[in-house]
């Protein structure tokens, strides 16, 4: 039992230490029956990059929308500088001191830079003086955190990387102290994202503080100084990222230990299957989103497409899918595809053995007011085994495959009735693998694998297409995991501009180099 000395002295010296920038103290957060955070306490120490880490559907995000004002808490409150702040909107947020960058950019793309910044915080019924201002400032904050952007530009002409700036631009204009960034570096280049590493501590050695949510274990123990695990709506751990590692840090958010690299044995390398010549896209506003591009990939082996996203990938998908127009020539065990983009030809596809995971499985993927075992079928629904005198739909039979499929992908909660908008984002992304994965194919096109997907999903997932690729399948993945393509692919060809800037073995290259074809940049060979 402490002394009434040694009481004194704990007070005095929390008296003396100053004040975290945000404190929360029994954060509660429901959705009906769902506990997204439990009673949830944490300290965020000012002038810091504290690091959140979790699997899908642990509680990130809704703490961080709790604390932007999205939602409001069941219970809890929240300290900032060390007074209680009740923050009901975005807008009391951003009265407090806090921004918040989203990973999915909050910019009107017609609009300038200098627009976009001063947007919604005008003053005055006259734009210039408040435009006037924010060019001094934009000025001012190029100069001081490497926020180089033209305040004059579009935002449509602006790179990723530049957009990303005018976000950070636009909470400092605001007089944040305190940045939330959710997944910042998901459509970085390499190059890119060390740039904005360059930012963040530049923001940091002046005082700001910065709450940096990511699933990448590298970045945190990159660029954080502390970082916080939640795992199932409770916060699990806190620990100073240098007292820890990337393993005990994935051990903490799954609650097991987890193979962090893919293990797999060198391809055995069969006939070639597909085939891809001269292959070109044009929009429908006239603009060539393919210039003429061409590979091949050979059975039992995984074939890597980098880039950022938005050179050409996703046309790639769709014209190998059977619905988009092309013209060139695509050839599957040497049979030439229609490239017509008919209706038709995307399941002509499926019949040839082409399984398809789409990038953006809301758009492409699923029917989210539809049910779990209804998602699990469609392209494959004139399969003879779902079909009772090719009249009637074998329910059962569909139910049935439905539950063994989400058992063995540990797809939660395990209910084929529930509806696809129903389920995480991470377990959506598990029901479209599943249906595809299963179908043995022998070309699997697969894009984004392991978005939304939590670390001990990707482990499974990454498994799953290795074993694909061992049992003699061919596959094309494509990713902006720049990590993830390095681990999975046998061979990688990187694409930009809708160009194909190189092509480079996987285990004679690194991520310097691809980050560079990345960025247009060819070097030897390719030049």
Known sequence: MATATETGRQETAALASPAPAIELRGISKAFGPVQANKDISIRVE??????????????????????????????????????????????????????????????????????????????????????????????????????????????????????????????????????????????????????????LEGLRDAGKTIILITHKLREIMDITDTVSVMRRGEMTATVKTSETSPEHLAELMVGRKVLLRVDKKPAQLGKEILKVENLRVVDEQGVERLKGIGFNIRAGEILGIAGVSGNGQSELLEVLGGYAEATGKVSLHGEELDLSGAESDAQSRRLKGIAHVPEDRHEEGLILNFHAWENMVFGYQNDPKYNKNKILMDNKAIW????????????????????????????????????????????????????????????????????????????????????????????????????????????????????????????????
């Open 400 to 527: 049935d495959e439905t539950q063994a499929k989400m058992d063995r992908f540990d797809v939660r909660p395990p209910n084929p009735r529930l509806n696809a908008a129903n389920f995480s984002g991470g377990n959506q992304q598990k029901i479209v693998l599943a249906r595809e994965i299963e179908r043995n194919p022998e070309l699997l096109l697969i894009g984004q694998p392991t978005r939304g997907v939590d670390i001990g999903a990707i482990e499974f997932i990454h498994q799953q297409i290795v074993e694909l690729r061992d049992q003699g399948k061919a596959i094309l993945l494509v990713s902006v995991e720049l990590e993830e393509v390095l681990s999975l692919a046998d061979r990688i060809v990187v694409m930009f501009d809708g160009q194909i800037m190189g092509e480079r073995l996987s285990s004679e290259t690194d991520e310097r180099e691809l980050g560079m074809l990345m960025a247009g940049m060819k070097q030897g060979a390719d030049a």
């Open 46 to 199: 000012k002038g810091t990059v504290h690091g959140i880490i979790g699997e899908n559907g642990a509680g990130k995000s809704t703490l961080m929308s709790i604390l932007y004002g999205f939602y409001k808490a069941d219970a809890g409150e929240i300290f900032i500088g060390g007074k209680e702040t009740l923050i009901p909107d975005s807008q009391a947020a951003i009265s407090a001191g806090i921004g918040m960058v989203f990973q999915h950019f909050k910019l009107v793309e017609n609009f300038t830079v200098l627009e976009n910044v001063v947007l919604g915080a005008e003053e005055g019924f006259r734009l210039t003086p408040s435009l006037r201002k924010a060019r001094k400032l934009l000025t001012e904050l190029a100069a001081e955190y490497e926020l180089n952007v033209d305040p004059d530009a579009l935002i449509e002409d602006l790179s990723v990387g530049h957009r990303q700036r005018v976000e950070i631009l636009k909470a400092l204009y605001r007089k944040a102290d305190i940045l939330i960034l959710d997944e910042p570096t998901g459509v970085l280049t390499p190059a890119e994202a060390d740039h904005l590493f360059r930012i």
